[in-house]
């Protein structure tokens, strides 16, 4: 059962390069971000999370980036891998609402 | 551990009928999150229930709703079904108490089919 959009802009990317993807936020009240994997027929995994003190986190092969002035937020994945063909999700949410705003997604293709 | 449960992953109605999905969150967790997914809206949040207690909703219609039980399973419900109800639908569990949602883990989700 697949689960994600039709029209997902995509990033295609080769086997060990490192990729880039990026999410516009639009609440400036929001203080905390996540980004989701999500693979077809599956629901979505959490990567990575940040909150809106810091402006990098890193986790195992994965750097997440918060630019608040602008809110940007960016996932970076080092070396991506056939593994990591999946749709990506930004979320945001801020203290006290307890639910998530997810973005539109999009969908990491990795070459071998 | 035992992930978050969903049941059915897949179910087929007719327009006009009501139906209940049923999560099972993962043990301990006490939050419980429904969230709809559709290839035009994306991922919708519709409600989040914490100790039998709904503490935030999302922008849907009176006709779904949710309920938690005291072992934290939750159901959802969604009546008088329309077309644009075929979706999936996506049950999270998190620990998190806090004011924020925390680590969310979802649920593989139930596929509706309205027809």
Redo the contacts between chains.
Sequence with gaps: GESVGLHLPTLSVQEGDNSIINCAYSNSASDYFIWYKQESGKGPQFIIDIRSNMDKRQGQRVTVLLNKTVKHLSLQIAATQPGDSAVYFCAESNTGRRALTFGSGTRLQVQP | KAG?TQTP??LIKTRGQQVTLSCSPISGHR?V?W?Q?T??Q????LF?Y?SETQ??K?NFPGRFSGRQFSNSRSEMNVSTLELGDSA?Y?C?SSFSPS???G???????S?LTVL
């Design positions: 978050v992953r897949y939050s999150s969230y997914q290839p035009g994306g991922l919708q949040f989040e914490f503490r935030n999302g999936l996506l999270a004011e924020n949602t680590e969310l883990f979802f649920g593989e989700g596929r």
